[in-house]
Every structure is written in structure tokens, then in C-alpha cells.
């Protein structure tokens, strides 16, 4: 396996980018997360976390405790490793998604962008076993891709500045669910009625990074009927990891 | 029986913080925490609180409480604004020193125009759920704190303690309360990248020339800064990758924006520079309109610069006059400033 070339990136004098290109890659971002979880095992005092993104990580420590100087020196032997993935350390979750109108107003846009009918682009959504590249912009909201060529298609040209909690949106090739309220530049298709980030829990992101995801679709009736248990306190993820 | 602070004035806003939520920001969970960290680590030690217990951050406008408690230590740090007791009897207690209250007492913070952000600090601490291992609020996703946001009127914020646990005094010698003013205070240290290679060798060297000013559009996630313009050379756009505080946004517009405790763990506008972590605090207290000029340091004087400050940090609380003592007239006269002040070495 080559070795991709790799960049030390100063964050400042408490973090450290390492990065290993500039787009996004699904190969290169499974790499990343190899090498966090070998970096992570090698347990280098001062090292707080480890935040991969699509292209390079985020290394957080403690510069009292470790200099970025020796922190790269510690890290810079184990990037030739030709290390796969833990499989086993990540999860398979399905999540439910409704493409009621109400909740998939961009759908007819993206379609026509997309040159397909309406219901092959939920189709192709739905067959899509989707790799979490990394989690951000509010707690527990997934970049999950990849979507075939043909749905890669732009943002909006203006974002909204509102869109509900528990949104499914895509554009570039990839999709988020939107565990917040929040604007956004994307386009919106449907909505799940879990939450993928509940203070209910004790753990209360749903995902992490490197897992998979799988879109089921339901109808309103199913939707609202999940979202009254979960309303009611009665959500429970356990039913929605397949592995 | 419940012990707690009635919320008599909620004050502009004024929320839970403590040292920051760590170790899930692969999941997309900021950190928070206090805006200046130095303030309520001193603010935690004059009530004999471990450093990192949740205190609440102050800005602009204090908030007025009721004591639901037998007894509370409270105190005030990294402000001229005093603690004014209203009822039974009139007091004014600046910052930099505790004060024990009792039952129905009621006291406010007024008006806070010399900092962004000040601390006050009850021993014990408050008795709020934790997320992910932190009391700190994060305002935009209403998580963690009390209930996720700033204090309103009539809440009631649950203590630890319903009574001190000695009548102890505690007071920072040289008086208050704000940090001493030195000739770096409108410097701000930084140290060049990670996407330096997005700017024009300009706009490097632009970051540095004039000061920039601290504009009113500045909060706990991010701080906009007016002034010089600083021209990208490969777009503005990046993949996303991540975010450290203290890092130097540059959108489409070119002006700079400093993230800060509420920031986003991962962004897609090219950072320039990075505020070296020394400075800070200091940046968490700067007001909108204060003017400062940007200096580039290497990552190995940052080091240094982490590391003495921390000793300062250090010395300041191991500074800290303490006695005990069941009269309060007496304990104020001694904690004066007239008596204790001037016997500082260098802090």
C-alpha cells in the first residue's frame, strides 16, 4: 500500500493538523480513521483527542504535558503503517426516513438537477450503504457518503436559514441528517423521526465517525408513530444498529 | 431541603461554564467553557472550589440573586464591578476576595463595562446534570448548564452546599479583580497557519502590519474583527477539517473572524493563523472596540509562553490570603486592600 504523502500542519500550540490531501476521498478518509484508532492505542501521554475529518485529523493535546515537536516525532513512525480499519470498533445503523412532501421540499429540485424522476432518486438514496467521513457543524450531525455520480449536484445557491431537526439533506455526492434545527446550503429530502443526538441518553451522539449508515423509508403514519414514542421518551436506539 | 440562587435579574447573559467539554469533538461536540479560563480558576479558588468547578460567566450586565441556602460563599473575579449586597444591610465587596452570605440575603452584579467576561463562583459548586463530563453551556445546540441557556428571571440555580463549610476568607492580595494591565495587553500572539497557503504573501504579511479592532458582532462562538482585508489566493473554500480555539477564520470577505469557545469542531473557510493559547484569556476579555495588533510567534515560544503562563496562573492562586474567622467586620477589615496590598512579588 503507498504511503500518502503527509503534511504537519500547526494548529496553533495545542493542536496539530495532519493532513494527507485536500479532497474528499473515501479510501483516504478510511485511512485516517485506521490510523486514529492506531494513534489512539499508542496512548501518548498528552494527547487529548483525535478529530479525523474528510482529509486529514486533528490531533487536540496538552502542550505542558508534550511538545508538537515530540508529539509529531511520537506519530510520524506509525503513518507508514499499512493499518485497515477495525471494522468491529464501528457500527451499522438503520435509520428510518420519511419522503413525505411536508418534509422533502428540495426533492423536484434535486431531481431535475439530477436528470431522474422523483422516486429513483429516493431509490438510489435508499441503496446507498453510507460511510460516516466525519461528524460537525452541531453535535452528532453526520457527512455520510457517497452517493453515485449522478447526484452530485451543487448547493443552493442561498442558503435557508431554517430547516427542522432530524432533516435529511445532500448535495456534492453526499447526504447529512441534521440533528438541529439549524440553516443550511444543502437540499432537503425527507426526515427521520429518531434522534440522532438526544440529552436523554447518556451517550447522546448516535454516531461516530467511520460507522455506516442505512436509510429505510417510511410513511407518515410510521413516522408519526415513532416520533409520538419518541416524544414520549420510548426511543430506543438499540433497534436501529443493524451490526 | 433544596439549596439554590434565586435569579432576582437574569443580567445580559450569564451561564454555567466550567473548563470546557472534552473528548468528543470527533463527534461534532464543541467545547464551551469559560471565555477567559484564567478568571474562573481564580474566581473557583476564592472559594476554595477545585479550579475547573462550574462557575458562571458574566457579561456586560450582572445578574441579582436571593440565597435559598443556610449559608453561601461567593465570590467575584476579573472585574472593577463589585459584588453589591442589596438586603439586610448594604454592603460593597469588590472582586478578588469571597463574601458569606445567609439565607433571604440578596445580592447582585451591576453593570460590567471593563471586561467581556467576569466570573462568580459559590463553593460547592451547582448541582446540574453534566453532558459528556461538563457543566459548561453550549448556547446553540441548548445543551448542558441549566437547561441548555442563559439564566432568566425566576430560575433557580441548585447548589451542592446548603452551607459553607467553614467560615473562611479568602482574598487575591493587590485587590482586585482584574488582571494587571501590561504593555502586551493589545498584542495578540499567533502562530501562522494551517492554511497559510491559502493567502497571498500580502495578506501573510498583512495580518501583522496594522491593528485590527474588535467589532460588535462578536459573541461566544466567534469574534469579527475590523480592519485590513486580507486577499485569499486559492478560493475560499476548504474541505472541512478542524477547528481549534483561537484559530483565524477568513471567509469570501476577507475579514478575519477568531473562533472562539462556542465555535464549530470543524469549518470550511481557510484559518490563516492561529491565537496561541497563552493569549487566550486575554481574548475572552476583550470588549468590542478594543484595538490590538496580531504578532507571529513559532510553535516553540508559544510553548514557553504556554508554560509561563501557567506558572503566573499558578502563583496568583497560590497567592490567595486566607483565614478564618467568625466575624465578618473583622474579616473585611483585613481583607482590605489598604492592609494586604503591595506585598506581592511580581504577580
Known amino acids: 500500500m503507498s504511503t500518502p504523502c503527509v503534511q504537519y500542519l500547526p494548529s496553533g500550540d495545542t493542536a496539530l493538523t495532519v493532513q494527507f490531501g485536500t479532497a474528499i476521498d473515501k479510501t483516504l478518509n478510511r485511512r485516517i480513521m485506521a490510523l486514529s484508532q492506531l494513534i489512539s492505542a499508542a496512548q501518548i501521554p498528552g494527547l487529548l483527542e483525535i478529530l479525523p475529518t474528510y482529509r486529514s485529523m486533528l490531533i487536540h493535546y496538552n502542550p505542558l504535558i508534550i511538545s508538537q515537536a515530540d508529539l509529531i516525532s511520537r506519530i510520524d513512525p506509525l503513518m507508514d503503517s499499512s493499518v485497515e480499519l477495525d471494522e468491529e470498533a464501528s457500527a451499522h445503523w438503520q435509520i428510518p426516513i420519511c419522503f413525505d412532501e411536508e418534509f422533502a421540499p428540495d426533492l423536484n429540485h434535486v431531481a431535475a438537477a439530477a436528470a431522474m424522476a422523483a422516486d429513483d432518486v429516493i431509490n438510489t438514496v435508499l441503496h446507498v450503504t453510507y460511510h460516516i467521513y466525519m461528524l460537525g457543524f452541531a453535535p452528532g450531525q453526520p457527512y455520510m457518503g457517497d452517493l453515485p455520480p449522478s447526484l452530485n449536484i451543487p448547493r443552493r445557491e442561498n442558503p435557508v436559514p431554517r430547516i427542522e431537526k432530524g432533516s435529511l439533506v445532500t448535495a456534492t455526492g453526499l447526504t447529512i441528517i441534521y440533528p438541529f434545527a439549524n440553516p443550511t446550503g444543502w437540499h432537503v429530502i425527507g426526515r427521520t423521526p429518531v434522534e440522532i443526538f438526544s440529552l436523554q441518553r447518556e451517550n447522546p451522539a448516535l454516531f461516530s465517525p467511520g460507522d455506516r449508515v442505512s436509510l429505510t423509508a417510511i410513511d407518515r403514519q410510521r413516522f408519526d408513530d415513532i416520533k409520538a414514542r419518541v416524544m414520549k421518551g420510548e426511543d430506543t436506539i438499540d433497534r436501529l444498529r443493524i451490526s | ?347
Open chain 2, 1 to 347: 431541603m433544596t439549596s439554590g440562587l434565586e435569579v432576582i435579574s437574569p443580567g445580559m447573559m450569564t451561564t454555567v461554564q466550567d473548563l470546557g467539554r472534552f473528548g468528543y469533538q470527533a463527534r461534532g461536540v464543541s467545547v464551551s467553557g469559560a471565555m477567559d479560563r484564567d478568571g474562573l480558576q481564580l474566581a473557583n479558588s476564592l472559594v476554595g472550589n477545585p479550579p475547573a468547578t462550574g462557575a458562571l460567566e458574566i457579561r456586560l450586565l450582572g445578574p441579582g440573586f436571593k440565597v435559598l441556602a443556610e449559608s453561601v460563599s461567593i465570590a467575584l473575579y476579573g472585574t472593577s464591578a463589585p459584588i453589591e449586597v442589596i438586603s439586610p444591610e448594604k454592603q460593597v465587596i469588590p472582586a478578588g476576595r469571597n463574601i458569606i452570605l445567609s439565607r433571604g440575603d440578596i445580592f447582585r452584579i451591576g453593570a460590567v463595562g471593563d471586561t467581556a467576561a467576569c466570573y462568580l463562583a459559590v463553593e460547592g459548586g451547582f448541582n446540574l446534570p453534566e453532558v459528556y463530563g461538563s457543566q459548561s453551556t453550549y448556547l446553540p445546540a441548548q445543551l448542558g448548564g441549566f437547561e441548555g441557556r442563559a439564566l432568566k428571571e425566576g430560575d433557580v440555580l441548585p447548589l451542592n452546599l446548603n452551607h459553607v463549610t467553614a467560615h473562611r476568607y479568602r482574598a487575591l492580595p493587590n485587590g482586585p479583580a482584574h488582571q494587571a494591565r501590561t504593555e502586551d495587553d493589545n498584542v495578540i500572539r499567533v502562530i501562522a497557519g494551517p492554511q497559510a497557503d491559502y493567502f497571498t504573501d500580502a495578506a501573510l504579511a498583512m495580518l501583522c502590519q496594522d491593528s485590527y479592532t474588535v467589532s460588535a458582532e462578536t459573541n461566544r462562538m466567534g469574534m469579527r474583527l475590523e480592519g485590513a482585508q486580507l486577499a485569499h489566493q486559492s478560493g475560499f473554500n476548504i474541505a472541512s477539517d478542524g477547528i481549534v480555539r483561537g484559530a483565524i477564520q477568513v471567509p469570501g470577505n476577507g475579514l478575519p473572524i477568531i473562533l472562539l469557545a462556542d465555535c464549530q469542531t470543524t469549518g470550511g473557510y481557510p484559518k490563516i493563523a492561529t491565537v496561541i493559547s497563552a493569549d487566550l484569556p486575554k481574548l475572552g476579555r476583550m470588549m468590542p472596540g478594543a484595538e490590538f495588533r496580531f504578532q507571529y510567534v513559532s510553535v516553540t515560544e508559544a510553548e514557553d509562553l504556554a508554560r509561563q503562563h501557567q506558572d503566573h496562573l499558578h502563583a496568583r492562586m497560590a497567592s490567595i490570603r486566607s483565614f478564618s474567622g467568625d466575624d465578618q467586620e473583622l474579616a473585611s477589615l483585613l481583607m482590605s486592600e489598604n492592609l494586604i496590598s503591595g506585598v506581592t512579588a511580581g504577580d
